[in-house]
């Protein structure tokens, strides 16, 4: 299934909770939410407090993207503010298969994410472990970045890794994803889309339900 998740990043901050209330009722699936802290990436976004706050006014699946150092210090928190999905950067861990498990046992979802440098071979390990794969198609830590186009070819290969493997992994993309690539992406072998810009500029229940319909008639191709 193609699941839409809108990164609230690039939502005015002013009235988060009805930004993410009106991607709620245009139809998306999930929210994603970028957790930067200023030391693996330049950027610092939001922590605890702010889901916490935000897991009030939508039952939608959040998606939490912790884009961190020594992440497993911290998932549990995390859990408790109301996290669905918990993706870490493979690269901010010595010992990826405990967090992994600690995440798991704590009830929700687990997703590895890799930067656009980060060989697929690094993943390989982890696959029958994990629930997503996370492929960033830019660098970490700034919103409006252009796609980086070398991405496509690495999502086909992940793609076709786990259909090698038979196995059932959501296949996320985060980074650049506009009108102009969202079918690549698709047809690569992506079924989350994350999108941040091309959802909060303009009017966002409209461009809410454009790339919903995207995503829903991509299944019959």
């Known amino acids: 299934m193609n699941i839409l998740s809108p990164s609230i990043l690039a939502a005015d901050f002013s009235k988060l ?9 245009a139809g998306a699936e999930y929210i994603h939410i970028d957790v930067m802290d200023g030391v693996y990436v330049p950027s610092i976004s939001f922590g605890m407090p702010v889901i916490k706050s935000i897991r009030r006014v939508t039952k939608r699946i ?6 961190i150092i020594e992440p497993e210090k911290y998932i549990e928190e995390f859990v408790k503010c109301g996290a669905d ?8 861990l010595k010992y990826p298969e405990e967090v992994i498990k600690k995440i798991k046992k704590l009830g929700v979802k687990v997703g590895l994410a890799i930067n656009p440098e980060t060989s697929i071979h ?48 959501d296949l996320e993309v985060d980074g650049g994803i506009n009108e102009n690539n969202i079918e690549n992406v698709l047809q690569a072998g992506a079924n989350i889309i994350v999108m941040g810009s ?9 461009n809410t339900k454009h ?4 995503l829903k008639e991509y299944k019959e191709y």
């Not at 999905?85 to 901010?92: A, P, S």
């Not at 790339?211 to 995207?214: D, E, G, R, Y």
């Open 122 to 169: 690094a993943l390989e390990p982890y696959f029958e472990m994990i629930d997503m794969i996370l492929v960033m198609c830019v660098r970490p830590g700034f919103g409006g970045q252009a796609y980086i186009g070398y991405s496509t070819e690495k999502i086909n290969r992940i793609s076709e890794l786990i259909k090698e493997k038979n196995l059932s992994i």
């Open 17 to 25: 909770g009805e930004e993410i209330q009106a991607v709620d009722q």
């Open 62 to 67: 959040f998606d939490v993207h912790l884009m």
């Open 85 to 92: 999905i918990i993706t870490v950067h493979l690269e901010t």
């Open 198 to 206: 091309a959802i909060y500029k303009g009017n966002v229940v409209e």
């Open 211 to 214: 790339f919903m319909k995207i």
